[in-house]
């Protein structure tokens, strides 16, 4: 019992060493405004939504529509992919991330604080966004 318990820690220390990815790619996120300040907008949940190009909070999994735009976009914050808006709520994903006029790019200070999720339809009872946020985890 002692011996299967070591052998499993063992395969799960490899596990998470081999694994990094799924818990919101923190490299990822400093390659977008405010990618560390996403507001979670799951209703009565509050705090923060880490994983911002997946359907679920920590990340990992199928990507969002902003995750998918941000992948067609290098994985870099690009005029085109702020004046975009990927989760079809009305508001551009500059809007969205704090970055008003388009202008960040890694490693300055936002223009000012995320108002909402780039990649999650907001707010998430309109009716428009239902189908859009159909595979949104909000447990
Ligand atoms: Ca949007």
Same mark, same amino acid.
């Given at each position: 019992?002692? &011996?299967?318990?070591?052998?499993?820690?063992?395969?799960?220390?490899?596990?998470v060493?081999?694994?990094?990815?799924?818990?919101?790619?923190p490299?990822?996120?400093?390659?977008? #405004?405010?990618?560390?300040n996403?507001?979670? #907008?799951c209703?009565?949940?509050?705090?923060?939504?880490?994983g911002?190009?997946?359907n679920? &909070?920590?990340?990992?999994?199928?990507?969002?529509p902003f995750?998918?735009?941000?992948?067609?976009?290098?994985?870099?914050?690009?005029?085109?992919?702020?004046?975009?808006?990927? *989760?079809?709520?009305?508001?551009?994903?500059?809007l969205?991330?704090? *970055?008003?006029?388009?202008?960040?790019f &890694?490693?300055? #200070?936002?223009m000012g604080?995320?108002?909402?999720?780039?990649?999650?339809?907001e707010?998430?009872?309109? #009716?428009k966004?239902?189908?859009?946020?159909?595979?949104?985890?909000?447990?």
């Amino acid at each position: 019992m002692e &011996e299967q318990r070591k052998i499993f820690s063992g395969v799960l220390f490899v596990i998470v060493m081999i694994c990094p990815s799924g818990f919101g790619h923190p490299g990822y996120r400093l390659k977008i #405004p405010n990618g560390l300040n996403v507001p979670n #907008p799951c209703f009565n949940v509050g705090g923060l939504w880490n994983g911002v190009g997946h359907n679920i &909070e920590i990340g990992g999994g199928a990507l969002n529509p902003f995750g998918k735009d941000f992948l067609d976009a290098n994985g870099t914050w690009t005029q085109e992919l702020c004046m975009t808006d990927s *989760d079809s709520d009305g508001k551009i994903n500059g809007l969205e991330l704090g *970055d008003f006029n388009c202008t960040w790019f &890694e490693g300055q #200070p936002p223009m000012g604080d995320a108002t909402g999720h780039p990649g999650i339809c907001e707010p998430m009872d309109d #009716p428009k966004c239902i189908e859009i946020n159909k595979d949104v985890s909000c447990r």
